[in-house]
């Protein structure tokens, strides 16, 4: 592990750590992203950097509080920096108005480096499964990183974070919606002024359980997927 500090850090309020937040660099190259973490005027910063080829980087020692969450909620918790250990992702991620990018798969050696990384936060924290999340599950409005090519199901293979097997795929009623978002909050999820509009944070949900098809619909498959997440979360 290379040492790489960044001046982006402050002291924890809570001091309970309680999440494991993964991200994607969203920028061209690994190099580019480390300067952006350790520059004093992008006031942004995580724990971790994990290059493509595996490298770790430490960036922001895990007692002190890193900048990576932003506005974020989950469960009863608002503004996740103060209880969570970030880890960024080297990937140019997906494009946007401005900024050209082909988002692809991560390579073996950098999900390699992030199980093990991983591994030792989670058992260090004692950081429940339903506690490992993507930036995009914590604030949901405004991001989709890691992405659905991001591969949480090997991770759950290893212990780490939540993945349930699919079921049939057939559209709910609409009227079912309600239901959905009453569990997706159960799980954690902030649905506060979703009201009738779903797509958006059924997407976030699929990109992380259902990668395979983020199409926004309320189907079968994604119903039942949140159910047993659900009953996985009572159980643990």
């Not at 004093?40 to 509080?65: C, M, P, Q, T």
């Not at 591969?151 to 780490?160: A, M, Q, R, V």
């Amino acid at each position: 592990m290379k040492v790489v500090k960044s001046p982006n850090f402050d002291e924890r309020q809570n001091g309970k750590i309680k999440y494991l937040i993964l991200h994607y660099t969203g920028m061209a190259t690994g190099k580019e992203a480390l300067e952006r973490l350790c520059s004093k005027e992008a006031k942004v910063s995580a724990h971790y950097l994990i290059e493509e080829d595996g490298e770790i980087f430490l960036l922001v020692n895990e007692e002190k509080r890193a900048w990576h969450a932003g506005i974020s909620k989950w469960e009863d918790d608002v503004g996740l920096n103060d209880l969570s250990i970030g880890i960024e992702i080297v990937n140019s991620g997906h494009p946007y108005p401005g900024y050209e990018s082909v988002y692809k798969p991560f390579p073996e050696a950098q999900m390699k480096s992030v199980i093990s990384l991983s591994k030792d936060i989670i058992k260090r924290h004692q950081i429940k499964p339903w506690h490992v999340l993507g930036h995009s599950d914590i604030a949901w409005r405004r991001k989709i990183d890691p992405g659905e090519l991001f591969d949480w199901e090997s991770l759950s293979k290893e212990g780490i974070g939540v993945w349930v097997t699919k079921d049939k795929d057939i559209l709910i009623e609409k009227e079912n919606a309600n239901d959905f978002l009453k569990n997706l909050s159960k799980y954690g999820y902030d649905i506060d002024g979703v009201d009738g509009n779903t797509s958006e944070i059924t997407t976030a949900f699929q990109r992380h359980f259902r990668p395979s098809n983020i199409d926004g619909n309320i189907d079968r498959e994604t119903y039942k997927i949140l159910e047993n997440l659900l009953e996985q979360k009572s159980n643990l």
